[in-house]
């Protein structure tokens, strides 16, 4: 009788074969699991251990595969990949069907995918992080394939042999039905190492695996992650090689903001108290732990929550201060007529400005029917501004728009990269696209900025 190879909970269990029995590679792959007296794998590792099985002459009875080729997948309208996405599917292959590529905002990753299901013509599901690349993702399946595209998230549950799932309804799915898709595609590929996210892939047996993402750049413990569940980046194509080509010519420009008088003596004023307290407990953020210790501090020491109000307030004076308003109204009146996102650090500093000018703003609070209303009548020109704070940074598709203002934000390089991103698409009439970003002089903006800006992008 040979040993079964089956799938369960989402991993791989090896039945009717002693540890000590397997080759030196799945011996690796395999733990003996004293509860149900078999061995048990990752789900992720299938394809090695199938693999290190055959080469070693060992003959299983593979009871973990729930998926077959689909015969009659073929795209249904023509599809003419530009250079860059055949360079890139080139190397993927090359990569044997394993790999992350980096392609810029708005170079067509999702046609990527398109192309390698086109070609292993078999199931596959696609993982995205919002509701709003979910919607986008169906159509664009539907669009190709002409056949009804499975739903997991937003309150829907249908799975199909091409499925779109969110994140995290996915880590929520796969133990039941990570052993039905051979290929697993992970879009914005930079959230898949989370710790709670991760699972998602883990527990898929689904052997080809290709990552999208236009900043793939992780700490090296989630880069080796991603490595391990997807693959290692086989292609970068970065913005400056696809600019005025694929891309809209793009210009950016740091404006240098004063603070008024009284803000700057406020501003001072809580800096000096944070600070001190910053170099009374020798707390230095360069370690990512200190943030949890500042926090501690705070709430245990004499005064320590009045230091924290003073660094709420001196941050929000640097982000959102009168002078930074009133040059977003001369950047707004000076592009009337334009399409404009403007971006800000936090929600309180969104909804002000929509308060403030009676601009639609989004952030994670929208409800989803207004959410998609506000997008809608930005896409069609009602509305010419939008405010938001981060939910906007990926997945949203608006070719229109020409100008990105940058009121505040992180000292993300991947935050900053995105957010260009969301000006970069082409259209009829787009000559460039402007990314203002504002900078508080004098104030922590300084050197925020100078952190974000370190890519490529802004370096030209």
Known sequence: MKPVLAFESGTLTLSGLEREALPGQAARLFRSDDRTRNLRARACDYAPAVIALQEAGVEIDDR???????????????????????????????????GVAALPTGSGKTVLAVMATAYL??????????????GQWVGVLEHFFQREIGMLGGGEHSIKELTVSTYDS????????????????????????????????????????????ATPELPDDRAAVLADLIGPTVCHVGIGELEGKVLSFYKTE????????????AYARNRKIYTDFLAANRLNFRFKSEWGRFLGLCARLPGGRDVFRAFLEQRRIARGGEAKIR??????????????????????????????????????????????????????GTYTVLVTSKVLNEGVDVPAVA??????????????????????????????????????????????????????????
């Not at 190397?91 to 044997?96: Q, S, T, Y």
């Not at 013509?121 to 979910?134: E, F, G, N, Q, S």
């Not at 992970?186 to 290709?210: F, K, N, Q, V, W």
């Not at 995105?418 to 402007?434: C, D, F, N, T, V």
Request: net charge neutral.
């Open 254 to 265: 740091q404006i240098p903001v004063e603070l008024d008088p009284d803000e700057a003596e």
């Open 327 to 380: 040059m977003v109204w001369e950047l707004v009146t000076r592009h009337a007529g334009e399409r404009i996102i403007l971006f800000t650090a936090d929600n309180a500093t969104a909804y002000d400005l929509g308060r403030r000018f009676c601009w639609p703003v989004i952030t994670h609070r929208t409800k989803p029917g207004e959410r998609k209303e506000f997008l809608d009548l930005f896409r069609d």
């Open 121 to 134: 013509k078999r199931p596959a599901i696609y993982l995205v992080p919002t509701l709003d690349l979910l």
């Open 170 to 213: 996915a880590v929520l799915n796969m133990e039941f039905i990570g052993n039905r898709f051979a290929l697993l595609v992970a879009d914005e590929c930079h959230h898949l190492p989370g710790p709670e996210t991760r699972l998602a892939a883990a527990m898929s047996i689904a052997p080809y695996r290709l990552g999208l993402s």
């Open 403 to 460: 100008v990105g203002i940058i009121l505040s934000g992180s000292a993300s390089v991947r935050e900053h990269v995105q957010r260009l991103g969301r000006i970069l698409r082409p259209a009829p009439g787009k000559e460039q696209a402007l990314l203002y970003e504002l900078v508080s002089t004098g104030t922590g903006e300084e050197s925020v900025s100078a952190r974000r800006r370190e890519h490529e992008a802004y370096n030209r």
């Open 64 to 98: 973990a595969r729930a998926f077959s080729p689909i015969e009659d997948l073929a795209l249904a309208v023509k599809l003419i990949p530009r250079p860059h996405q055949n360079t890139a599917f080139a190397a993927w292959r090359a990569g044997l069907f394993r």
